[in-house]
C-alpha cells in the first residue's frame, strides 16, 4: 500500500509552459484535492473531486485544471505556467461519507519553481 | 482575511513540558475540524479531529479543545518530544456552493522543542 504518490517531486520551469503533476492512491478513496503551499501561509485548495468524473474548484483555481477519470488517480495541469505558480503542491486522498472530506492523506509534494 | 487563524506564529516549549497552540475560526457554520503537523520536507500528517458537537477529543498525548462560544479551537500535546517539533496548522470544514464540504486552512504555528 503506498499511499498517496507524486511525481515529480521537483521541477522547474520557464514561464508559458505547460506541465501537468501526477497523483495516484491506491487506498480506494473517492475524495481527492490538490493544494498549494506558499512560505508563511497554510495550504490552499486548488481543486478538489469527489469521485471520478466531478470535479470541483477551490479558493485558487485560476491557471489550473483537472480532471477525473478514475479513482486512483487525479491530474493537476499547469496551462500556462507563471512566476505566481512558484510553490509547493500537495495531492490528498480521504474516504468520503456523504460528501464530508474525512482524515486526509497528503502526498510528499511536488516542488514547482517557475522562471 | 482567512477564516481560520492562529494567535502565534512560533511556540517554543522545553522538553517534557505541555504545549497548546491555539487556532481561531471566523464561520460558525463550520461543523469540522482538523488538527495536521507538517514536518520539514513532507506533506502534512493527520492528528486529531473534532466535530461540532463535541466539545473535547483526546487521542495519545494529545487533546483538541473547541469553544463553539468564542470560536477557538486548540491543541494541547503532552509531555513534549524532540520529534513534536513541526508546523501544526488547524482546519475547518466550509459548505460549497454545491454542498460539497471542503477544509480550509490556517496558516500554522512552527511548535520547537528545546532539549
Known amino acids: 500500500n503506498a499511499g498517496v504518490t507524486q511525481t515529480p517531486k521537483f521541477q522547474v520551469l520557464k514561464t508559458g509552459q505547460s506541465m501537468t503533476l501526477q497523483c495516484a492512491q491506491d487506498?480506494?478513496?473517492?475524495?481527492m484535492s490538490w493544494y498549494r503551499q506558499d512560505p508563511g501561509m497554510g495550504l490552499r485548495l486548488i481543486h478538489y473531486?469527489?469521485?471520478?468524473?466531478?470535479?470541483d474548484q477551490g479558493e485558487v483555481p485560476n491557471g489550473y485544471n483537472v480532471s477525473r477519470s478514475t479513482t486512483e488517480d487525479f491530474p493537476l495541469r499547469l496551462l500556462s505556467a507563471a512566476p505566481s505558480q512558484t510553490s509547493v503542491y500537495f495531492c490528498?486522498?480521504?474516504?468520503?461519507?456523504?460528501?464530508?472530506?474525512?482524515?486526509?492523506?497528503f502526498g510528499p509534494g511536488t516542488r514547482l519553481t517557475v522562471t | 482575511g482567512e477564516s481560520v487563524g492562529l494567535h502565534l506564529p512560533t511556540l517554543s516549549v522545553q522538553e517534557g513540558d505541555n504545549s497548546i497552540i491555539n487556532c481561531a475560526y471566523s464561520n460558525s457554520a463550520s461543523d469540522y475540524f482538523i488538527w495536521y503537523k507538517q514536518e520539514s520536507g513532507k506533506g502534512p500528517q493527520f492528528i486529531i479531529d473534532i466535530r461540532s458537537n463535541m466539545d473535547k477529543r483526546q487521542g495519545q498525548r494529545v487533546t483538541v479543545l473547541l469553544n463553539k462560544t468564542v470560536k477557538h479551537l486548540s491543541l494541547q500535546i503532552a509531555a513534549t518530544q524532540p520529534g513534536d517539533s513541526a508546523v501544526y496548522f488547524c482546519?475547518?470544514?466550509?459548505?460549497?456552493?454545491?454542498?460539497?464540504?471542503?477544509?480550509?486552512f490556517g496558516t500554522g504555528t512552527r511548535l520547537t522543542i528545546i532539549p
Open positions: 490528498a486522498s480521504s474516504y468520503s461519507m456523504g460528501a464530508v472530506p474525512y482524515e486526509q492523506y
Open positions: 473531486s469527489v469521485g471520478a468524473g466531478i470535479t
Open positions: 482546519a475547518e470544514n466550509i459548505v460549497s456552493n454545491f454542498g460539497n464540504e471542503k477544509l480550509t
Open positions: 487506498m480506494n478513496h473517492e475524495y
